[in-house]
């Protein structure tokens, strides 16, 4: 069963929480003690306790972290996180649309468009969120009036996006449940297809498959006289394979492939592997093995740069401002080395939307900015919107070793 994910994000008060409860309530993916844990001495069912698990939350009413759900229906599985809506939790967005298929915007109906709905659309087309389903919410509260939709629907369609996605835009009440699961007998000028139905039908797009395939290493062992290399196979690998090792550009063969002990002859997208090499190589976790007959293509090599330098746009997590001349470690994946900022050359700002000159101000928590910086090793990566896999990293603080930011590299824009 394929597994689909998505995030739900938008204005505090939109819905978001109660949207979430909605599907899991009308999809019957609610188990009967949990229902017991959400039910009201009036019967009510509060559905938005179904994603605001924490204490705090609850107690004032917002969603602040990022809450994950699990569901399925008989056509899929779904992974869901609910983002929180306000602006000071904007790094919570992006953990949440990083690795999303599809992003819920969330309107309400009775407010319409405001910044932070276009803060949420501005994140989710930055992280080349595939798909991006804007809920136009609180439809009972307008009279399920069309023209209050097709208004709003009007300007969003006007947003400057940079990448390209498939955009929907559904009316819905995810108090009420009109069009969430099930068709709405109250909008009947609408003719297009509920939320569920999307998101049960909705193709997700695997990014890094046009590339070169690749695999990153993340564990060594040596038994009875031989080396094992363990990763997750990206693209396909077979027997006999020319590959060749970056960062060190040496070329090998692949002897032996294992997938869950048993020997085989080949190795397809997304199988975590065991592998053997032909020649005993200096081959570290962190390491890439790339197939050498894809490099042929130059389309491919141009999309691929192992450099000590790159450009990025970052995101800051950490409560403790970025210091620019501090040395930290970037991770990208499971490969770790020193990273230096070089130069701050541009701050997002949160209010206008708008990438701004940097004029020496701190980068604080949330922040969103680019700049260029090098690494004490140098890394293989890609554009962000080729490769997901290859365009990210997180910064860790040398001292502290907390998560002290993230970003994505991204050549043009």
Not at 28 to 35: E, Q, Y
Not at 274 to 280: E, G
Not at 284 to 313: C, D, M, P, W
Not at 377 to 405: C, M, W
């Amino acid at each position: 069963m394929q597994l689909t994910r998505f995030i739900t994000a938008g204005n505090v008060d939109d819905g978001k929480s109660t949207l979430i409860g909605r599907l899991l309530y009308d999809s019957h993916a609610i188990s009967n003690d949990i229902l017991e844990n959400i039910q009201q001495h009036n019967g009510e069912i509060k559905l938005a306790f179904l994603t605001d698990g924490l204490k705090s939350e609850r107690e004032q009413g917002i969603t602040i972290d990022v809450a994950y759900k699990y569901f399925s229906t008989e056509k899929r599985k779904f992974i869901i996180a609910d983002c929180p809506g306000h602006k000071e939790y904007t790094r919570n967005m992006i953990t949440g649309a990083s690795h999303a298929d599809i992003a819920i915007i969330l309107i309400d109906a009775t407010n319409g468009i405001t910044e932070q709905t276009k803060r949420h659309t501005f994140i989710a087309d930055l992280m080349n969120v595939p798909c991006i389903i804007f809920c136009i919410n609180k439809m009972d509260a307008v009279n399920y009036d069309e023209n209050i939709f097709l208004m709003i629907k009007e300007q969003m369609n006007d947003f400057k996006f940079i990448n390209t996605h498939q955009i929907e835009f559904v009316p819905v009440s995810a108090l009420k449940g009109d069009n969430v699961v099930n068709r709405s007998n109250k909008m009947r000028w609408y003719n297009g297809h509920t939320l569920l139905y999307l998101l049960e039908n909705f193709d997700p797009v695997q990014k890094g498959v046009e590339l070169s395939s690749f695999i990153q290493i993340q564990y060594v062992t040596f038994e009875n006289n031989e080396r094992y290399f363990y990763g997750q196979v990206y693209g396909e690998f077979y027997e006999n394979e020319e590959i060749i090792i970056y960062p060190t550009q040496q070329k090998n063969i692949i002897k032996d492939i294992f997938i869950v002990g048993k020997k085989t002859d080949k190795a397809q997208h997304t199988q975590p592997i065991a592998f053997t090499l032909q020649d005993d190589t200096d081959l570290q976790r962190g390491y890439f093995v790339l197939s050498t007959k894809n490099l042929l293509n130059e389309s491919i090599e141009n999309k691929i740069q192992l450099s000590n330098k790159h450009n990025a746009i970052c995101i800051w997590m950490d409560e403790t401002p970025l210091i620019t001349n501090k040395r930290y470690y970037i991770q990208h994946h499971s490969f770790r080395t020193y990273l230096k900022f070089e130069k701050i050359e541009e701050v997002f700002n949160l209010d206008n939307l708008q990438f701004e000159i940097y004029q020496q101000q701190n980068i604080s928590m949330n922040a969103i900015f680019r700049a260029s910086f090098v690494t004490a090793q140098p890394l293989l990566v890609a554009d962000y919107r080729q490769s997901d896999f290859l365009g990210s990293f997180i910064i860790i603080d040398e001292n502290s070793h907390k998560t002290a930011g993230a970003g994505i590299v991204l050549k043009t824009m």
